[in-house]
């Protein structure tokens, strides 16, 4: 963001402190990775990305401030190790330590044989190699194994660092001291009882405290010496109940030795830790939570780091955001704030500022705070070029205004935004605070004058529409009327939508929550679970999908709110999506997800329907709401809201979220089916008007494939003759499949396909299938339809021939559907003769591989034409209602069309309406109604047909099939025969449905 010059800095100034005159931005030069600065500030040392050699980077630089001059020490030699050198810090007389390669001490490790690793020093760029004292060297295993140098007192004569063998996993804090006659001695640093695994990281410039981390019973704390005598840091207050489980980093100590700055865990929780007082205080956030990185400190404890937000690995969504922390005052500045006041009209070479999206990373601050040192892109990887910069300003103790914070920001009417905060009414010394500045988008929008009032609240008109960000500033005048600027507020987006018309749909195919203006919010619980945002291949079919989720453990209440929706000149408003939930534990409480409108503005909200995390499908299915009696002739908002106890961790996609005032769709029709005591069966027609015949039964089974080696193969189902009976007179005029093939299949003749029907055993039609598509479902019209009669069996297959070895063309459902003998036959001879493909994998070591249904589907019509209509390209599914009420049974698929209900009923009517890709919806089926039955119809008369003894359920009546359903409709047991475990079940009562030629009769037992 721009802003315009500060003035008048010398009315807070309490007290100047600061050794450096000079206030200049230097870059040190490109492939330049500084890794520390001397306590003054005239030396960087750092080291070049490139190149790495088994645990340490190869060439190492020092830069000097006062001559400006580079110079690289070490290099990357391949057949020279001993000119490698990577360097960690520095002292005012340039001494430098680090690591390097010992030539003298060689490991091999799988094969390979290069020098350990051991700390150094550099006086005058000549490197004297530590020694390694008492330290046991068979510890020393792998290449990266060796001691490593990491700091060293202001005099050069102390040096710290650690040893590590066996791959890191053996850590021994070491200390080296130079004698009076030049020599090093190496001593082990004492460890508190218990402790392992130590190392030290930072030392004083007097050499008298020493910095590091240690482990204590599989956990990591923070550890200090002070004159040898270890203090191990434990948790205390709100952090406590992490000290069981700590996992401490440290990330730097001032020069002086008083402070040091570390992390609860290696990853947040970061604090400042006095070594006077032996206590920490806990590093103040920005509203918007990010990861740091850095927090290096100097000796009055104030701090130059960086927050990150997003993530590397995608590029451009990940920046940093480099912030000054102000010890006295226990607060956060951004870094370019800082500067307008200790390095007034000085202009870095690049941006500093994360609303420009920098990539820059302090790394160091001098001890008296006046120069800071810093790393931009960094991450070669992503082909960014690293540089090192410093920056050397003039600080002094100051009194910075407080920083505003935006209380609320909304828009209610088209291109209006509402803000509102609360004024400061903290006195400055010779300030008056006079008014407010305005940004949208980092550019001066409006200047607001205040009235003294508590909070201010301002109407912006002619807002462009999007998702603007705004931030505000406090103005104040001194007694000779200059103006001096508070910190910029926080940045706050909102939702300006384009428009507020239905009908409304969003398949999240952008990725984007912004594209159709949705806005999250939090209430309860940390951002980080405030899991709302799209994700590719989650969505119906493995397209982009909203995900929600949670994991933390925790209360928590937040969800996404919707632009505002235009019902008032509609009568009508339907609410449809597509849900599926993946649960990872056991659901143990009352984790929500609610659908909830407004039509106050978010005064109020109405709950629409809630569901508990745990009912909700764990396959896709389509839900409908008619919400016409909350919203309809209304201005509305819909919101989506997740809360609970966090007990159980989730993720809920969905997809094609539709809100629609019309109907465009024609209702399925051609609705007839059967029904015995217990069940019912309906069947109707797809888009095209065509019955499709198969024994497949969901989209949620796996698809598997088969070929035979190149030679002819068909794969087929079988439809008996009272299958066949309610298409009687009919016509099949069209087979829909799919063609598997292997693209990276070496191809020498292709595949060729046929269709293949026969009758009462003999073949009747075979038409080949010219313009092969593969890999995506097709249909095939027959250029002779076939009239079906129902006294006579049909076979309808599919037959490849002429492909290459390698290829398995036909594809099939693998899972329960299967009915042996039926759906799974296939024929090596052209139909001569058929078998199983159940019984094939029967023989085998993976007979589950042989539950095949194939995707094959028969067309039936009325008429002896098949015309493919354009709804059928996008038609997903149906949805059933009986009575009126939607029922939740997973997705029926459009070449399914068939329904069977197995739960009890009395007097019911079924209708059905099919869905699609574009969210709409087709009018409501005409009824099917059973009519009234009472009581239970006994499928046994003169004898006991089903038999319950030792935990098995038997029926001596003919059975293809035999399954056991639960009274709320579940089937719990099935199995391909007349024998079924019921060993383990509950106690109650169950339906037993047993299938025959495609007939089920059904009965009520107690178990």
């Keep these: 963001m721009k802003r315009k010059a500060l003035l008048s800095l010398a009315i807070l100034t309490l007290q100047a402190i600061g050794l450096f005159a000079a206030k200049d931005f230097t870059q040190l030069g490109k492939e330049t990775y500084g890794t520390s600065m001397s306590p003054s500030g005239r030396y960087v040392v750092g080291v070049g990305l490139k190149n790495r050699i088994y645990g340490l980077y190869s060439a190492g630089f020092i830069y000097d401030l006062q001559t400006k001059q580079l110079s690289w020490l070490t290099a990357f030699d391949a057949n020279q190790y001993d000119k490698a050198g990577q360097f960690d810090d520095v002292n005012d007389d340039g001494v430098i330590c680090g690591t390097s390669k010992d030539i003298n001490q060689m490991i091999t490790y799988q094969d390979v044989t290069a020098p350990l690793n051991v700390a150094t020093i550099w006086k005058n760029g000549v490197a004297t190699r530590l020694p390694y004292g008492e330290l046991d060297r068979k510890q020393f295993k792998q290449l990266e194994d060796g001691t490593y140098a990491t700091a060293l007192s202001a005099d050069g004569k102390t040096v710290v660092g650690y040893a590590a063998g066996s791959n890191f996993t053996l850590l021994t804090p070491c200390k080296w001291t130079e004698t009076k006659d030049g020599r090093w001695q190496l001593s082990l640093l004492p460890l508190p009882k218990n402790g392992k695994n130590a190392r030290a990281n930072y030392i004083s410039a007097n050499g008298r405290i020493i910095v590091g981390t240690v482990q204590i019973d599989y956990n990591t704390y923070a550890i200090y010496w002070v004159d040898g005598v270890p203090r191990v840091v434990h948790a205390v207050g709100e952090d406590a109940a992490s000290d069981d489980y700590a996992d401490m980093r440290v990330l730097d100590m001032s020069p002086n030795g008083r402070y040091f700055t570390f992390s609860i865990s290696s990853s947040m929780y970061f604090r400042i830790f006095d070594t006077q007082t032996g206590t920490y205080r806990k590093l103040p956030t920005f509203d918007m939570e990010g990861a740091v990185q850095t927090m290096p400190i100097d000796n009055n404890g104030n701090i130059a780091g960086v927050v990150t937000y997003g993530f590397y690995a995608f590029g451009d969504d990940a920046y940093n955001r480099p912030y000054y922390y102000q010890y006295a005052t226990d607060r956060l500045f951004e870094l370019p704030y800082v500067m307008g006041f200790f390095a007034s009209g000085l202009q870095p070479d690049f941006s500093l500022s994360y609303l420009d999206k920098t990539q820059a990373i302090p790394f160091a601050i001098s001890g008296d705070g006046n120069t800071i040192a810093g790393n931009k892109d960094i991450y070669v990887a992503l082909g960014q070029t690293p540089q090192s910069w410093v920056l050397r300003m003039e600080t002094r103790n100051m009194v910075f205004p407080a920083t505003p914070s935006i209380a609320s920001i909304f828009s209610e009417n088209m291109k209006e935004v509402t803000l509102t905060w609360a004024i400061d009414k903290q006195k400055y010394d010779g300030l008056t605070l006079k008014k407010y500045n305005i940004y949208e988008d980092g550019k001066l929008k409006t200047q607001h004058t205040i009235k003294g009032t508590e909070k201010e609240q301002l109407v912006l008109k002619d807002v462009k529409a999007g998702f603007p960000t705004f931030t505000i500033e406090a103005v104040f005048e001194d007694k000779d009327g200059k103006e001096f600027l508070s910190p910029a507020s926080m940045p706050a987006t909102v939702s300006v939508p384009d428009t507020y018309a239905l009908p409304f749909f969003d398949n999240f195919d952008t990725q984007s929550l912004q594209t159709h203006f949705w806005n999250p919010f939090v209430r309860i619980g940390s951002s980080i679970d405030a899991i709302w945002g799209t994700a590719p291949y989650y969505g119906y079919k493995r397209s982009p999908a909203l995900v929600a989720g949670n994991n933390m453990n925790k209360p928590y209440e937040n969800g996404i709110v919707s632009r505002p929706m235009d019902a008032t000149k509609h009568k009508w408003v339907n609410l449809s999506f597509l849900i599926q939930c ?138 008996t003759k009272a299958e066949l009976e309610h298409f009687d007179g009919k016509y099949l005029t ?274």
């Design 734 to 1007: 069209g087979v829909s499949t799919n063609i598997n093939h292997y693209k990276d299949s070496k191809e020498e003749q292709g595949i060729h396909a046929a269709i293949v029907v026969f009758e009462d055993g003999k073949l009747i039609c075979e038409e080949n299938i010219p313009n092969l598509l593969f890999n995506t479902d097709f249909t095939h019209k027959l250029a002779t339809p076939i009239r079906i009669d129902k006294n006579k069996e049909l076979i309808v297959g599919v037959k490849v021939f002429d492909y290459d070895r390698m290829q398995l063309p036909l594809v099939y459902v693998n899972n329960e559907s299967c009915v042996p003998g039926k759906s799974d036959l296939f024929s090596e001879d052209n139909g001569q003769t058929w078998q199983s493909l159940y019984e094939f994998y029967a023989k085998t070591k993976t007979p589950e591989r042989g539950k095949c249904s194939w995707f094959i589907t028969a067309n039936i019509t009325d008429e002896p034409q098949l015309t493919i209509a354009e709804d059928a390209k996008t038609l997903l599914g149906y949805n059933i209602y009986r009575n009126g009420e939607q029922l939740y049974t997973g997705i029926i698929l459009p070449y399914v069309a068939r329904f069977t209900d197995v739960q009890t009923f009395d007097n019911a009517s079924y209708r059905i309406r099919a869905f699609y890709g574009d969210g709409e919806l087709s009018e409501l089926s005409d009824e099917y109604n059973v009519g009234i039955r009472s009581g239970i119809e006994q499928i046994s008369s003169n004898e006991q047909h089903i038999t319950i003894e030792n935990n098995v359920l038997k029926t001596n009546l003919p059975c293809d099939c035999i399954s056991l359903i639960s009274i709320d409709g579940r089937k719990v047991r099935q199995n391909r025969d007349n024998v079924l475990s019921i060993e383990g079940l509950p106690k109650g009562v169950y339906i037993v449905c047993i299938e025959y030629l495609g007939v089920i009769s059904s009965a009520k037992i107690r178990i």
């Design 582 to 719: 993946q649960l990872y534990a056991a659901p143990l409480g009352a984790d929500t997800l609610a659908i909830e409108v407004s039509t106050d503005k978010g005064a109020t909200w109405k709950s629409i329907r809630r569901f508990s995390i745990g009912d909700l499908p764990t396959q896709f299915m389509q839900y409908s709401f008619d919400i016409s009696e909350y919203v309809a002739g209304q201005l509305f908002t819909l919101r989506l809201r997740k809360y609970g106890e966090g007990a159980t961790a989730y993720y809920v996609y969905i997809d094609n979220f539709k809100l629609s005032t019309t109907i465009t769709k024609a209702a399925p029709d051609g609705i007839m089916g059967f029904h015995d005591i217990q069940t019912a069966t309906l069947l109707w027609k797809d888009a095209s008007g065509t019955y499709p015949l198969n024994y497949i039964q969901g989209v949620n089974e796996e698809m598997l494939t088969l070929g035979n080696k190149g030679a002819e193969l068909i794969g087929a189902n079988k439809f």
